[in-house]
């Protein structure tokens, strides 16, 4: 059964600076493309962050770039986002995302709470 353990949200200021972890299992991690969504109040869910499988290679919305990192650790079956930097509009619940052909797993979601 596939299921995912996030972690590493909260409440924090403008400014500062948080770690998102996102352990996955029930599936082949290492062959799934992972991606960070988020989803702010009243607004559409958006990827934030994009890393593919095998040669991990990145891509991020324009917004966070220079300020989000996503990484993996496929022996770990994780997949991580450092946010640096964040602004008052990060505020949002955030999920990890993993894709592969016609699988599509999400995990519930984590509140990320920036403060102006």
């Known amino acids: 059964q596939v299921h995912f353990v996030e972690s590493g949200g909260g409440l924090l200021q403008a400014g500062g600076v948080l770690r998102l972890s996102c352990e996955g299992a029930?599936?082949?991690?290492?062959?799934?493309?992972m991606n960070w969504y988020r989803q702010a109040p009243g607004k559409e869910r958006e990827m934030v962050a994009h890393?593919?499988?095998?040669?991990?290679?990145?891509n991020y919305l324009d917004s966070v770039k220079g300020r989000f990192t996503i990484s993996r650790d496929d022996a770990k079956n994780t997949v991580y986002l450092q946010m640096n930097s964040l602004k008052f509009e990060g505020t949002a619940v955030y999920y990890c995302?993993?894709?592969?052909?016609?699988?599509?797993?999400w995990g519930q979601g984590i509140q990320v709470t920036v403060s102006s």
């Open positions: 890393i593919t499988r095998h040669d991990h290679i990145t």
């Open positions: 995302n993993a894709e592969a052909g016609p699988y599509d797993y």
């Open positions: 029930g599936f082949a991690f290492r062959s799934y493309y």
